[in-house]
């Protein structure tokens, strides 16, 4: 342990270096490759992997359409259920979800390649634009969506299915959510996040305007009043802060920025890294802005997790994933203060951790890391400033098993909600199901006769 003078600076690699870095992680299969590894799914009556899926896709189904040659009808398979599938076959944690789950995956062999699948049925189906829900005659009926997230892009592709007009309105400049800016470059490599949003979008009825802010630009009370059903999907706006002196010096950034703006940049010479990174967090985010950092060239990064190697978010997969490209992960350390130097990071000051009666505890021995830049990756939180009056469940919006919320005619899903995983695969399940939910609620109120039989 030492301290360091600030190298933070682009241009690290050779652009050759940052096209290999950043290239697919885990590379498409090809047909045969496809039928290949289709061929060695069991078809399980009782398919472990489906049920692990928050989707609830017919995983067997689409592996036998896959194994008779039919990777279109596997594409309809997933989309009928998920129609972020193509997103979520690149992000999906299978290792945690369905291929946990798979009969296969034992001490002796390997699960079956699901997520690989079912990105080759996607990209086959995506690649041929092949539409699969031609657009009902119209109900009149207009749904107001915030977020074009993956929970508001899947709520309003599921309401356009049933004939609705759905206008989604989101902060930021392009749609996608997370998909957009937050998931690591190379788990969705080229502009894929946007070609699905065109996808999902080619089903016809849905608007897009961006750069529209709930609380900023519009109340809820006004979409309420102006449309006959809303639904949020508005994510996690808020990051937690370190609340440790230094916390402002040049240097210490947001792992969420980071990695977004990686994901924005034309030419990945333009970000700037240190030589000595270290990310403080123990997830996804934390894993994915670590190993960015060593792929753009950082010399050293090291991850501090205040907890123990089975207590981190991340999956065993990540985990592994991270070292494998030279990040360190350290456990039980905690931050105690950023130590500058003229106004810049030159280290950080950890104190070990330890549990005493079922508690986390700092052990008051301390170690200084040298640091020049610090990415905090210690997770978000939800802000209600723009949503005043509903009511909160654990500082998220609070919902029922539909998706509704405390207010009439208001629905939510996704991140913003206190249930499941925050996870894509969640969000879109989410937000299809309270497209369904909302869509009931039309059809009764339209027809009481029928919702009182
Ligand atoms: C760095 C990072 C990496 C991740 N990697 C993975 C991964 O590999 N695999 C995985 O499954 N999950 C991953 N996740 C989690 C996943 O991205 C989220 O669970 C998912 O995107 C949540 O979807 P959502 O639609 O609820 O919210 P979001 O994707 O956050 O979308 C919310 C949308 O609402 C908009 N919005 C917010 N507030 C307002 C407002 N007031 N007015 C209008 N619009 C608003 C935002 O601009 C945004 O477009 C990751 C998350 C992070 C942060
Ligand atoms: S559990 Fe594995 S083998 Fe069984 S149906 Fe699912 S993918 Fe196929």
Request: one cysteine or more; proline letters at 3%.
């Amino acid at each position: 342990m030492g301290t360091s003078i600030s190298g933070i600076r682009g241009d690290r690699l050779s652009s050759a270096d940052y096209e290999k870095n950043f290239s697919d992680l885990h590379p498409p299969l090809d047909r045969h490759q496809a039928l290949v590894a289709a061929d060695r799914c069991y078809f399980c009556y009782d398919a472990p992997c489906m049920t692990a899926c928050p989707t609830s896709i017919d995983i067997p189904m689409f592996i036998r359409q896959i194994s008779t040659g039919n990777a279109v009808g596997a594409a309809k398979t997933i989309f009928d259920q998920n129609i972020l599938g193509g997103m979520c076959a690149r992000v999906c944690p299978t290792e945690t979800l369905c291929e946990q789950a798979c009969v296969r995956n034992t001490a002796e062999d390997r699960p079956v390649e699901i997520g690989l699948l079912q990105r080759h049925a996607t990209d086959t189906a995506m690649e041929k634009n092949i539409q699969f829900y031609p657009r009902p005659e119209r109900t009149r009926h207009r749904i107001a969506v915030v977020g074009a997230g993956p929970a508001g892009l899947a709520c309003a592709h599921r309401l356009a299915m049933n004939g609705h007009d759905v206008i989604i309105f989101d902060a930021r400049v392009k749609p996608g959510g997370l998909n957009e800016y937050g998931i690591a470059t190379y788990k969705t490599t080229d502009d894929f996040a946007q070609r699905e949003v065109d996808y999902v979008l080619a089903i016809g009825g849905i608007e897009i305007r961006n750069g529209q802010k709930l609380g900023r630009d519009f109340t809820l009370g006004e979409l309420a009043e102006n449309f006959d059903a809303v639904f949020l999907g508005i994510g996690l706006a808020g990051v937690n802060a370190l609340r440790i002196e230094g916390e402002q010096l040049s240097g210490v950034e947001d792992a969420v920025d980071f990695i977004a703006a990686l994901r924005q940049v034309e030419d990945k010479a333009d970000i700037a890294i240190g030589r000595r990174v270290v990310v403080i967090g123990g997830g996804m985010t934390a894993i994915d802005a670590a190993v960015q950092a060593k792929l753009l060239g950082a010399e050293e990064v090291t991850i501090c997790y205040r907890r123990g190697k089975e207590d981190m978010n991340a999956s065993e997969f990540e985990q592994e994933l991270a070292t494998s490209k030279g990040v360190m992960i350290r456990h039980w350390l905690q931050p105690k203060r950023v130590i500058g130097k003229d106004g810049k990071v030159a280290g950080i000051e950890v104190e070990y951790t330890e549990m005493q009666d079922g508690k986390l505890q700092g052990t008051g021995e301390t170690g200084i890391l040298a640091a020049d830049q610090i990415f905090k990756a210690i997770g978000q939180t939800f802000d209600p400033t723009c949503v005043p009056n509903l009511r909160l469940d654990g500082g998220r919006i609070a919902v029922d098993a539909e998706g509704k919320t405390s207010m009439a005619r208001v629905w939510a899903g996704g991140d913003c909600v206190k249930a499941g995983e925050d996870l894509t695969v969640t969000s879109v399940a989410q937000g299809r199901d309270a497209a369904d939910s909302i869509n009931r609620a039309l059809a009764a109120a339209a027809n009481p006769a029928v919702a009182v039989a």
